[in-house]
């Protein structure tokens, strides 16, 4: 233990005076290492600067001594292949043996007791332990709940083995001598982490000995991945030690990545298997009959197959260095975590809504047993989802989601470990599969299903983490997330307003339309009437890109650049001409024959949900062009030119619904992001701006073209956000019924002129336009033509008058 005193609990929280939040006491961190944390970050650590870094359980960070130290290494020192007698593979020979030492140093135990075999990462050792385990009818493996997919993989290759078995067990179970083995003869594997990446427990090392205890056939395989990040395996009791520790050096100082590390008891040696071979470890092979002999003198010798990652080993030496210099030991790191661990629990559980409701819902087994600072029982994580003050589940997803955007790097999901994710969200196997049924895999955007959480959030502290980590993730959740007052997050900001009518002078200040999808907009020109169809203002997303690859249609979302692509239409020429930067322009025509188009149209089903058909462009010219400025293969393509595509835009039940309305329930809108007309209103895009300017850090302006509207209003006595209220608006001789408002994405972040990417207006709406994990702007609008005058057309200046409010 460290001479300095460990704080209590309490120290942790304050209130503050105003706001009667709980805010971290400025209490310092007792420093554990030569210079303060805050020191080490800003010398050794500088691509840490203004990041919020809490993922150290997916990887800790490299300092930028061990990186620069390596280079230096490589450039000055030739290293060669090692195992043979030139100097330079023999550099490469001592280096390796000299770090493998090392290694085994570090976990305190000796050559005698321990060999290293050096692999590419924690599964990859798992994988071999479960290759070279001497599995036989009878023989058993068991994980415990905690375990990583990686450790139940396992029951893979025991799966295919006749007469084994494979079940899960819990810590409670064996201590309470539960534990039951089919076999005593056969050799059986227990599995388990010596900490749990999902909520960091942290198990003992006599949890193996009170299975072995059970059954003196059974070997202990000890999962320490994430237990190694932030804390010293002391495993001098080789009594009482495991048979087999797994482990990512990346997790423990940030890199080198592609390698990991398997200690061995060797006193299992004799038992192992050896099957597939390759490179060093043959000591003699016949090639045209089965015949071969290992090495036999070292595991290593016997496991290691091929060539080990010498460079990346050699890299390892530095980042060891680099460790001992700036944190002196993993002791030192395991106090220093310990203390943020507790800080952050107390900080975040204290965290309330204006009802007393609490904002966290923790999953972690020693922090509802107050036993979170007991660093046997629990590592640098805490694992929770958010509640509104209703009660009701904030999306993880969502929350990762807006924290990127603030460059707060946390991690939501099911983390690879869906013992503890079925545990702790009452997830039983019935529901894991119905929400597969549904739809959800493990790394998607689904966070919840029916409005229960499928994953969850997990912050974790590592060697550098520090205190202003804490603050800054404790004043996002506070600024995204608290509800300080009723309905201060609502559904939709009601704003008290007057109807709009004719004084307000609502009118159309823009009307834009995109000829190809995802592309810079066609601003109609201020004197021309433009023709309004049942899917839009004419030849408005008429075009698109497709991908060679795919055949999907590209988005501004992942190509920024499609917003530099600028068409601009003549209807009278009966042209579009297409222009990019340094490109010469291309003339398209607007009604293009037949032949031009590929007669086979191809499936266009992720763009709106509907099976229809796009034609591609035959023309390599005009294809080659696009593909040019993307710098990916596209191929232009268009909707068939028939009477019978006015659908394509339209469910059903939106051409269905009556235009009267008023008796049925308001339309609702399941297309992603396509409806036949986009309204947005400059008063609301005002709005935004006042809000960046009042709470964001940054200066940066909105312009409501980043919102990709295709009409939009404007005038003074327009109110922000009063089209959430209108039901069916007249615009000039017009009258278009609203759906409801527009989910919003990071592509509003793109600044149309420049193709740059930006955290607002995002970042600001998600703090007051949010709902359900939506975040909203614009109302999705579709025309109506029987209280439409002939001919449909809109023009710039046409008023807007409100015919019915919701
Ligand atoms: C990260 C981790 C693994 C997997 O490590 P890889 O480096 O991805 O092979 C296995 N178990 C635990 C407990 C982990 O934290």
Redesign the pocket.
């Known amino acids: 233990m460290s001479p300095h005193a460990k704080p209590t609990v309490e120290r942790f929280v304050d209130f503050d005076q105003k706001t009667d939040m709980p805010a971290l006491k400025k209490a310092e961190v007792p420093q554990f290492y030569p210079l303060p944390v805050e020191d080490i970050r800003a010398r050794y650590f500088t691509h840490l600067a203004d990041q919020v870094y809490l993922d150290h ?1 997916g990887t800790t960070i490299y300092s930028t001594e061990q990186i620069r130290n390596f280079q230096l290494d490589l450039t000055t020192h030739l290293y060669g292949n090692p195992h043979s007698r030139s100097p330079s593979s023999a550099l490469s020979t001592r280096k390796i043996d000299a770090v493998r030492s090392r290694v085994l140093e570090h976990f305190n135990v000796t050559p005698g007791d321990y060999d290293l075999v050096f692999t590419a ?4 050792s798992i994988k071999l332990v479960a290759e070279i385990f001497p599995w036989q009818q009878g023989s058993h493996f068991v994980c415990l709940q905690e375990s ?1 997919t ?2 139940l993989g396992i029951r893979g290759i025991v799966n295919g083995i006749e007469g084994t078995s494979a079940s899960m067990t819990s810590e409670q179970d064996i201590v309470q001598n539960n534990y039951r083995l089919c076999n005593h003869d056969a050799p059986s594997l227990f599995a388990y ?1 010596a ?1 749990c ?1 999902f909520s960091g427990t942290r198990f003992p090392l006599a949890l193996g000995q009170d299975v072995k205890r059970q059954n003196p056939n059974v070997k202990v395989l000890l ?1 320490a ?2 237990y190694c990040t932030s804390t010293l395996l002391d495993l001098s009791d080789t009594a009482n030690s495991p048979d087999f520790i797994t482990f ?1 050096f990346y ?1 423990m100082f940030g890199s080198p990545t592609g390698l ?1 590390g398997l200690l061995i008891k060797k006193c299992n040696k004799s038992i192992l298997k050896k099957s597939y071979f390759g490179g060093g470890t043959i000591a003699a092979i016949v090639a045209s009959e089965p015949w071969q002999r290992f090495h036999a003198t070292e595991l290593h010798d016997i496991y290691e197959d091929g060539t080990v990652n010498f460079l990346d080993i050699i890299s390892l030496d530095h980042a060891m260095d680099t460790w001992s210099k700036l944190f002196l030991s993993f002791r030192n790191i395991s106090n220093h975590v310990n203390i943020l661990t507790t800080m952050a629990y107390d900080t975040l559980q204290a965290l309330a809504h204006y009802n007393g409701k609490p904002l966290c819902t923790f999953y972690n087994i020693s922090a509802s047993e107050r036993r979170l600072s007991d660093p046997t029982r629990q590592g640098p994580i805490l694992n929770f989802n958010l509640r509104r003050a209703n009660g009701s589940w904030i999306g993880g997803a969502e929350v990762e989601k807006i924290a990127s955007l603030t460059n707060i790097h946390i991690r939501s999901g099911g983390f690879c470990n869906p013992g503890s994710n079925q545990y702790w969200l009452h997830l039983t196997p019935d529901v894991v599969k119905d929400n597969y049924a549904a739809g959800h895999v493990c790394g998607d955007d689904v966070d919840l299903l029916n409005d229960v959480p499928t994953g969850s959030l997990r912050i974790s502290f590592g060697a550098m983490s520090s205190l202003q980590d804490i603050e800054k993730f404790v004043a996002f959740l506070r600024k995204y997330f608290i509800e300080t007052e009723p309905a201060s997050m609502p559904p939709i900001v009601h704003t008290e307003h007057t109807t709009t009518n004719d004084s307000s002078n609502a009118h159309i200040q823009d009307l834009i339309i995109y000829p190809i999808k995802s592309c810079h907009g066609y601003h109609i020109p201020a004197s021309t009437s433009w023709t309004v169809t049942p899917q839009g203002l004419l030849y408005d997303r008429e075009w698109m890109l497709v991908s060679a690859e795919t055949g999907l249609a590209l988005s501004q979302k992942r190509y920024t650049k499609m917003c530099a692509i600028r068409p601009e239409l003549s209807v009278s020429n009966n042209t579009m001409t297409v222009n990019a930067p340094g490109m010469p322009a291309l003339i398209i025509s607007l009604e293009p024959t037949q032949d031009e188009l590929s007669s086979i149209p191809i499936c266009e089903s992720r763009v709106c949900g509907e099976s229809i058909g796009v034609h591609r462009y035959n023309d390599s010219a005009i294809n080659n062009w696009f593909s040019e400025v993307l710098g990916v293969e596209v191929s232009l393509a268009r909707h068939p030119i028939s009477a019978s595509a006015h659908s394509r835009f339209l469910k059903p039940h939106l051409q269905a619904n009556s235009p009267s309305g008023d008796t049925k329930e308001p339309t609702s809108i399941s297309l992603s992001n396509e409806s036949p007309f986009l309204l947005v209103s400059a008063a609301s895009a005002d709005d935004v701006q006042t809000k960046i300017d009042e709470f964001s850090d940054t200066r940066e302006q909105v312009n409501v073209t980043s919102f990709r509207g295709n009409i939009v209003i404007g005038g003074q006595a327009l109110t922000a956000f009063e089209e959430d209220q209108w039901k069916r608006i007249s615009i000039g001789s017009q009258q278009f019924e609203l759906l409801g408002p527009c989910r919003r994405c990071h592509m509003v972040c793109i600044n149309q002129e420049t193709a740059e990417k930006t955290k607002e207006p995002f970042v600001t709406l998600a703090l007051y336009r949010r709902i359900q994990g939506q975040v909203l702007f614009g109302q999705h609008m579709v025309h109506v033509p029987s209280l439409s005058q002939f001919p449909y057309t809109l023009r710039i200046g046409d008023p807007v008058v409100v015919q019915n409010q919701r």
């Open positions: 359980a990462n924690a599964t990859a990583h990686s450790i982490p900490q990446n999962d991945a994430s990512s997790k990991g």
